[in-house]
Nanobody, 116 residues
């Protein structure tokens, strides 16, 4: 079992930055990739960014250039740096771990609210 704990969310003003963290523990050696998703009120959960075990990254087209995903393998932590935040970035952000085999693991989510 993999446990994921997100942190770093909060209430910020538009145009500012925020960095989310996701600390993984448990069966971390089984993780092939990690990702951030978000879900805004009344909307479906959407993929924000992914990062593989080797560090390859992928982003939602609409977020390229503002969001950056990274990882610190020594700390078993994945980060999401969010710059120039907009009100439409308001959502619950979830950390996701994709194992080599089996079902994905999810964190509990962290709320990000961007005021205009």
């Amino acid at each position: 079992q993999v446990q994921l704990v997100e942190s770093g969310g909060g209430l910020v003003q538009a145009g500012t930055s925020l960095r989310l963290s996701c600390a993984a523990s448990g069966g971390i050696f089984s993780i092939a990739a990690m990702a951030w998703y978000r879900q805004a009120p009344g909307k479906q959960r959407e993929l924000v960014a992914t990062i593989t075990r080797t560090g390859s990254t992928n982003y939602a087209d609409s977020l390229k250039g503002r969001f950056t995903i990274s990882r610190d393998n020594a700390k078993n932590t994945v980060y999401l740096q969010m710059n120039n935040l907009k009100p439409e970035d308001t959502a619950v952000y979830y950390c996701n771990a994709v194992p080599v085999y089996g079902n994905d693991f999810w964190g509990q989510g962290t709320q990000v609210t961007v005021s205009s």
